[in-house]
């Protein structure tokens, strides 16, 4: 846990750094109030550092105080649900992947309506971070911004190109489909456990029932592949009554399912949380992750060789239907729960990190594990595109110039609900476990789906 407090006699504005413009405070310094702000935890150390730079100049440029606290993300997702129920809560709340909480919250009219901070900058946001920054209020009955975008991520491929060419393989020449290239790796594992890396596996799916994140966006990303991208479409409905839908949610299921049963899975995968894919990667206990953003790469940073040459990373293939697929793209910030006791500073706060300039550095300073909301800014800056990091350009393009979606959180909270209940994984457990059909399994999953979204529109 980190924590800071401090008030400056600075007025005006200041330099952020040599290289960025001047910023300025939004509030005067003789109004000076302290905001209680729970930030989650970076995966690397540099992330923590750079929201600590902006944490510190902004109190220098407004005089206020932020009594913050650095914590990890499954503790923090688990407190700010029960600040949420309780009422008890804090002024800010920033998250990374706040996609399982904003949707219900924001129908339920427990979040603050940030519209107007997000107003300055709403022309420059990508659409993705736009439609994954506004939800459905029940109370209001409209949609608002609840959301106060920085960042924004999708899930990339991390693969062990060492391991592939230890196998025999070359990545070159990888079948550019859906379904092909991912069987592509698993001949690696035989071949693999035949010069004695006897525990390793062929393909690091998240097919867990525990979540919150990883599991969703895994089946979400099958699907797509498989061409059912419009279950959810951006008025909110859903579409499970489409044969085209279910039979693609069904081969998704059938595809995950198999390959787990087949042993190309490692057993534990069942109830892995977000971090134990990450860490599975970095112990090669398999050879190809998909995972979002690059957390996998970056906890690498320091180990030169597996960094700058054993890892490769990758954008999607094509669906299976040979033709290009969106990456689904969540989006990241700020946001403010109904209770808070300075509204007025964590506005403040928001509004001075959502600047071009200070959101851009502050990615940067994070080795750009998330890109900026505000997609011109990887065009303008050479970091994003030309960085000696070989990980960050196929993510850049992945993320921010190929085509994407927004998570589908961003069409409907009843979606967020849907995967706050984990219903894909437990489809996978209901093959795996309960020796149900894949078909059964997708039609027990669209039945739960239909009732929350009965209960649940906007």
């Known amino acids: 846990m980190s924590h800071l407090s401090r008030r400056s006699v600075l007025r005006g504005s200041l330099y952020l750094a040599s290289t960025v ?37 902004y109190m220098k440029a407004s005089g206020n105080t932020l009594d913050y606290s650095i914590m990890p993300f499954m503790a923090q997702n688990q407190k700010t649900i029960s600040a949420l129920t309780s009422g008890d809560v804090p002024d800010l709340v920033f998250m990374d992947a706040p996609a399982t909480i904003l949707p219900q919250n924001a129908w339920d009219d427990k979040l603050v309506d940030v519209s107007d901070v997000v107003s300055a900058y709403q022309s420059q ?47 070159s020449d990888a079948p550019k489909t859906w379904d092909a290239f991912w069987d592509f790796f698993k001949p690696t594992q035989k071949a693999l456990r035949a010069k004695g890396m006897r525990k390793i596996y062929a393909l690091g799916l998240q097919i867990t029932t525990v979540g919150p994140n990883d599991g969703n966006g895994l089946f979400q990303a099958f699907l797509i592949a498989n061409g059912g991208k419009g279950i959810v479409t951006p008025d909110g409905k859903l579409h499970t009554d489409d044969p085209k839908i279910r039979e693609a949610a069904i081969k998704s299921v059938e595809y995950l399912t198999t390959a787990y049963k087949d042993g190309y899975i490692p057993p534990e995968a069942l109830s892995w949380n977000d971090a134990d894919d990450n860490n599975g990667f970095h112990e090669k206990l398999f050879v190809v992750d998909f995972d979002g953003t690059l957390s996998t790469e970056l906890a690498m940073i320091n180990d030169k060789q597996a960094f ?58 994070g080795l750009g594990r998330w890109v900026p909301a505000i997609g011109q800014l990887v065009k303008d800056d050479p970091f994003w595109l030309k960085s000696s990091e070989p990980c960050l350009a ?22 967020g609900q849907l995967n706050a209940e984990q219903l894909w994984g437990q489809a996978h457990a209901d093959v795996i476990k309960n020796a149900m059909t894949p078909s059964a399994a997708i039609d027990k999953a669209f039945k739960r789906a239909e009732q929350i979204f009965a209960r649940i529109s906007g």
């Open 21 to 57: 413009p001047l910023a300025r405070p939004f509030i005067a310094n003789a109004a000076a109030k302290t905001a209680v702000v729970w930030m989650n935890q970076g995966f690397i150390p540099q992330e923590d550092a750079a929201f600590k730079k902006v944490a510190e100049n």
């Open 125 to 171: 946001l990508t659409k993705t971070a736009e439609a994954g920054s506004t939800f459905f209020n029940k109370t209001t009955n409209k949609r608002s911004y609840y959301l106060c975008p920085i960042k924004q991520g999708c899930a990339p491929f991390h693969i062990w190109g060492s391991l592939i060419e230890k196998a025999g393989f070359k990545m």
């Open 308 to 365: 700058y040459h054993d890892m490769v990373t990758m954008g999607l293939p094509l669906g299976n239907d040979g033709q290009p697929i969106p990456a689904q793209v969540g989006t990241g910030g700020g946001f403010i729960p109904k209770g808070a006791k300075n509204v007025e500073v964590a506005k403040d706060f928001m509004k001075y990190w959502m600047q071009p300039n200070v959101m851009n550095e502050n990615l940067k300073g």
């Open 394 to 415: 196929p993510y850049v393009k992945e993320a921010v110039l190929d085509p994407t979606i927004p998570v589908f959180e961003g069409y409907t909270p009843a979606w």
